[in-house]
Structures are given as structure tokens and as C-alpha cells.
């Protein structure tokens, strides 16, 4: 086990060598979750075109965010028991419709609606036009700061809350978020700190990826986007595992 103590620039290379053991010892429950996600998303691309609103999009968004959630749960229980007993031996399905499963997807689902409020409620009370006519658009200053307010406040929710997944799926009789506040507390600087340093990275690498493809390949850039999204999804996804899961390492009790 780690120290507790460990430096900050130590939970970034720790949380990608967990992510390359998981890539390595779990990459067919990686490529399941990756899979689920990347299929949501193109169910929702498709049901875009017969949906007219932007609250209607919206909606469909978080219901296929919310349903990918709840199927990938004992997944993602798999990865975070992985990350501290290097078990390369679990198996998701002998989780599914366990009391712990269950309890962690209302969870998994819950927060994608909690994230979910401020584009909802752009989407019924910000202006109907195209993004790149918004600044031309006659904006409801009131429900804009209103909307505004809500985001910071949903950000510093994910940010205390950093250790709630990892709670659930290593302590689900006591995990909650009275539990997760309680970790996180009087640290919240060092949690953005280490998440953004952690995450940067991939995102970083993404876009110039993304630019370098759409650059040198012109009508063929979307297709080969498809598998480079699908990579770039399933190791944001297990760093965000292993860094969330080590944070949650330091600062239990």
C-alpha cells in the first residue's frame, strides 16, 4: 500500500501505471464499458435527427448517459477493487444484481443527473439559436448567472464527492456522501490539483491527436475517429479509476 504521505506529482505517474495494469490485466472489461459508452452515443447521434428541441436532446442524453451507467456498474466495481488488490481474477457478472451492484448504479445514475442540470436547464431557459449565434441572441441575464451559479456548484459537488465511487465499490455498507464530504474535506484544492494535473495529459493529447487526423486525412478523418475516440474514452476512463481510487486511499480512515 502507498503511503499516505505521498507527493502530489507521485499520484500522477501512480494513477498511469494503475491505468496501464488495468488496460493490461482487465482489457475485455475496459473494451465492454468503452463499447457501452461509444454505442450510447451513437444511438443518441441517430436519435438526434428526429428530435426537433434542445431540451429534448438533452433529455435523450441523460436517459442513454443514465442507462449506460446502470448496465456498466459492476464493470466499474471490477476496475476500482482492482486498482489496490491487483485482483486480475474478478468478474463482473457475478456482481450483477447484487445489493452492492445496485447500490452503486442508483448511485452512478444519480450523479450523471445531478451533472446533467445545467445543460438541462440551459436547455429550457437559455436562448434557441445555434452556439455560433449566441452572442448575437437576446439572453435572460437572470437565468444565465442563475445557470451559472448552479455549474460552480455542481463542479465543487464532483470535486468533494471524488471519492464517493471508490467508497461504493470498497465499502458499500458505509459509502454515501456523508462519508465521501467527510474524506474530502479540507482538501479540495489538492483533489483539483491532483485530477486536473492527472487528467490534462489525455485531453491534451486527444485534441492534438484529433487535429493531426482531421489534418491529414480529410473525408476519412470521422471513421478514424471512431477507434480513436473509443482509445482516448477507455484510458480517461480507467485514469479517472485509478486517481479517484488512490485519492480514496489516502484519505480513509
Known amino acids: 500500500m502507498p ?8 499520484y500522477f505517474t501512480l494513477a498511469y501505471e494503475d491505468a496501464a495494469r488495468l488496460l493490461r490485466g482487465l482489457w475485455p472489461v475496459v473494451l465492454t464499458v468503452v463499447a457501452v459508452i461509444v454505442v450510447s452515443g451513437f444511438v443518441g447521434r441517430l436519435a438526434d435527427s ?3 428541441t434542445r431540451l429534448g436532446q438533452s433529455v435523450l442524453d441523460l436517459l442513454l448517459a443514465a442507462a449506460a451507467a446502470y448496465f456498466i456498474s459492476p464493470y466499474l466495481i471490477v ?4 486498482v489496490l488488490s491487483n485482483d486480475m481474477t474478478l ?4 456482481l450483477r444484481g447484487s445489493s452492492e451492484a445496485q447500490r452503486f448504479a442508483a448511485w452512478s445514475v444519480l450523479s450523471a443527473f445531478i451533472i446533467a442540470v445545467p445543460e438541462l436547464l440551459f436547455a429550457i431557459f437559455g436562448p434557441d439559436v445555434p452556439p455560433e449565434q449566441l452572442s448575437e441572441a437576446n439572453v435572460n441575464t437572470g437565468a444565465m448567472l442563475m445557470i451559472m451559479a448552479i455549474t460552480i456548484g455542481v463542479w465543487i459537488f464532483t470535486v468533494r464527492a471524488a471519492t464517493l465511487m471508490p467508497l461504493l465499490a470498497l ?3 458505509r459509502a454515501g456522501l456523508p462519508a465521501a464530504f467527510a474524506q ?6 489538492f483533489i483539483v490539483g491532483v485530477l486536473v494535473v492527472t487528467m490534462l495529459p489525455i485531453l491534451i493529447g486527444g485534441v492534438m491527436v484529433a487535429a493531426l487526423i482531421g ?8 471513421i478514424l475517429m471512431v477507434p ?3 482509445a482516448i474514452n477507455g484510458l480517461t476512463l480507467v485514469t479517472a479509476i485509478a486517481v479517484s481510487t488512490r485519492l480514496y486511499q489516502r484519505f480513509a480512515s
Open 91 to 94: 468478474r463482473a457478472e457475478a
Open 3 to 10: 503511503d499516505r504521505k505521498l507527493s502530489f506529482w507521485r
Open 50 to 52: 428526429f428530435i426537433t
Open 79 to 82: 476496475l476500482y477493487r482492482a
Open 228 to 230: 480513436l475516440g473509443a
Open 215 to 222: 489534418g491529414l486525412f480529410g473525408i476519412l478523418a470521422p
Open 184 to 189: 474530502s474535506k479540507g482538501h479540495f484544492w
Open 171 to 173: 465499502e458499500p455498507d
